[in-house]
């Protein structure tokens, strides 16, 4: 704030003396700033899929009390030139900040953190790139394929002195933060066990590659068990299991399609677990303590309801209304990761400390223990 101030007075003086009167972008820039106390966080987007495309209307959401944005799209990069630009078409984006390389994206001054929406095959990568060059980064889950990734990528944000966190949306929705109030106040007691589904049948004629294909680390674990986990360590604080137990099949291809599994936790606490690619379930999250219970209904990841056994009933927390279209189920929700972000980049913070990235590695170090135990390994586990 204080160096835009000074740079904007420097550029004042010169435009007064060289006869130049239209204020620089520094200086409206700065404008924003003094009105409304903080300019946008001013992103870059790697990856033109279709989360990405969520993200990017979730940010527009946001706006302070005077009806400015808090969140600026500043380029979006694509391995494809075309896609980018397709992106920006849709997205209402000017057609120069669509590039064709996430390297031109990171060399850009302006951009302040960056969303890594690819394939998480490629999130290692497409992380470090954007943090060797300074920024601050947001990574759609799963953060890496496996720990090992995971321990190099927070390798290099400590190296880099940069802010990383991995987007698990979840947590910052209205709702998850409702269940954190409600198990810290005690009025369902001691969290004791907890049981939650995520499945889906794909059509028998149309897999979705990025399920079944080994070189795509796909997979129902990889792809929906985070979600199920993330219910546990809600309830039980983040705690480290005893013990983690799981049976599954696997496609052909390798990958696994369902897997039931069991989290023990010290006291007593248990979380029976269940995901699936290749049935559908009930797609809803329970949390039973001492004194009552709460039900996140499906969808029970981006759940807008919360039901309490006692006589709260039922608390609802609808999301504000945007323009869409989504491509993903309450997407708006996505909203509130971008504004842990800013949070966390204005208060000069490397990490959350509500998905730090010391649980990121705790739900790594499950992941790869259940893809152990189902017969799931990966090229990566041993490279």
Avoid at 237 to 243: G, M, S, V
Avoid at 259 to 286: H, I, K, M, Q, Y
Wanted: one cysteine or more; hydrophobic letters at 40%; aromatic letters at 8%.
């Amino acid at each position: 704030y204080v160096d835009l101030r000074i740079i904007c007075i420097v550029h004042s003086v010169n435009r007064i003396l060289t006869g130049t009167g239209a204020p620089s972008a520094c200086c409206i820039l700065y404008h924003r700033c003094w009105r409304h106390g903080t300019p946008p966080v001013r992103w870059g987007i790697i990856g033109a899929g279709r989360i990405s495309e969520d993200f990017v209307t979730a940010l527009r959401t946001i706006r302070s009390d005077s009806d400015e944005p808090l969140h600026e799209v500043i380029a979006v990069a694509s391995s494809d030139l075309q896609r980018s630009r397709d992106f920006c078409k849709r997205q209402k984006i000017a057609e120069e900040n669509a590039l064709g390389s996430y390297e031109q994206l990171v060399a850009l001054e302006q951009v302040q953190a960056v969303y890594i929406g690819t394939i998480h095959t490629m999130h290692l990568d497409h992380s470090k790139l954007a943090m060797n060059a300074g920024k601050a980064v947001l990574c759609e889950k799963p953060v890496t394929v496996n720990s090992r990734e995971l321990d190099e990528m927070i390798a290099c944000a400590k190296k880099n002195d940069v802010f990383l966190m991995e987007a698990v949306w979840s947590r910052f929705l209205p709702s998850y933060c409702h269940v954190r109030d409600v198990i810290r106040s005690g009025e369902i007691g001691e969290p004791l066990c907890v049981q939650a589904s995520f499945g889906f049948r794909m059509p028998d004629d149309a897999p979705i590659e990025r399920l079944v294909r080994k070189e795509l680390a796909g997979g129902a674990l990889l792809d929906l068990g985070i979600y199920v986990m993330n219910v546990a360590m809600t309830a039980f604080d983040n705690a480290k299991p005893e013990k983690v137990t799981a049976a599954g099949h696997l496609f052909d291809t390798g990958v696994d399609h369902t897997v039931g599994f069991t989290l023990s936790f010290s006291g007593g606490r248990v979380a029976n677990l269940l995901v699936s690619c290749n049935v559908d379930l009930p797609c809803e999250a329970f949390i039973m303590g001492s004194k009552g219970q709460l039900k996140l209904p499906k969808p029970f990841w981006c759940a807008t309801e919360v039901h309490h056994s006692g006589p709260t009933g039922v608390k609802t927390f609808p999301l504000p209304e945007a323009d869409g279209p989504w491509n993903f189920i309450n997407s708006c929700g996505l909203r509130y990761e971008a504004e842990e972000v800013r949070r966390c980049v204005e208060a000069g913070r490397k990490e959350s400390d509500i998905m730090s990235h010391a649980h990121s590695r705790l739900f790594m170090e499950i992941m790869d223990s259940l893809r152990s135990q189902v017969g799931y390994t990966l090229p990566q586990d041993s490279s």
